[in-house]
């Protein structure tokens, strides 16, 4: 009998299989899709609001999953961010946008000096402070083996050198259960990120990003695979 509880604890238990940081450019030869935004025009920020989910090819981003809840707190600046509330997702995992002018937005990017994605927090499109300080999600059409992303923080402060903030990534399978969460702390200007399963099986179904960096972030070149067509 206990070694049937066991079994029974394993069946009902959700997905617990870490995700382990590996090196972006190992990702970058191994994986099929680099998502860059260059498909839109190039626009300064700040670029083009965007209140509905984005479609690319095996790929769809937006501000959160359905069944989860986004609320606010300060950064060390005292601006707004977007963090993640209700952290568990419906089934199947399912993008939602936020609230108008509070999504997203894609401008050409100073930083990455090409276009980029900026995450619209609490304030929103028309202000500074309201550019990168958002939540994205991003769900792939297939479970994902590993993944990758490149990330800008930390502009310049002609006063001063601001406090440094953190990224946090929460990787969701596609039952809507959290199978890892991530708390890292990115470098001035761009960092790149690379993660793979611990047992290099698809189990990522999606990955929900959010950040306490003062001047907010931007994302460009995402790594991930879309499956070769049988036919």
Known sequence: ??????????LTSPLTAEVTPVPYD??????S???????????????????????????????HFAGQSITQRPAATGTPHD???????????AIRPGPRRQNLSVAHHRGFASNALLPLG?????????????????????DQFALGFRVHTDYAKPLGTAPRGTL???????????????TLH?????????FRTS?????????????????????DDILFQIERMLF
Request: a negative charge; charged letters at 15%.
């Open 83 to 93: 963090i993640l509330g209700q952290t568990a997702a419906h089934r199947p995992l």
């Open 186 to 194: 990115p470098g001035p200007s761009i960092t790149s990120y690379g």
């Open 1 to 10: 009998m206990r070694w049937l509880a066991i079994l029974l604890t394993c």
């Open 168 to 182: 946090t990534l929460t990787f969701m399978t596609r039952m809507g259960h959290v199978l890892d969460q991530h």
């Open 33 to 63: 899709t680099t998502l860059t935004f260059e498909t839109l025009p190039s626009r300064p920020e700040p670029g083009f609001n965007l209140d509905h989910p984005l479609r690319f090819t095996g790929i769809w981003l937006g501000e």
């Open 199 to 219: 047992d290099t099986r698809a189990r990522i179904g999606g990955i929900l990003i959010t950040n306490s960096d003062p001047g907010g972030i931007a994302l």
């Open 26 to 31: 190992t990702l970058a030869r191994e994986l």
């Open 122 to 142: 609490p304030h929103g499109f028309d202000t500074i402070s309201g550019r990168g300080e958002g939540a994205v999600a991003i769900l792939f059409d297939h």
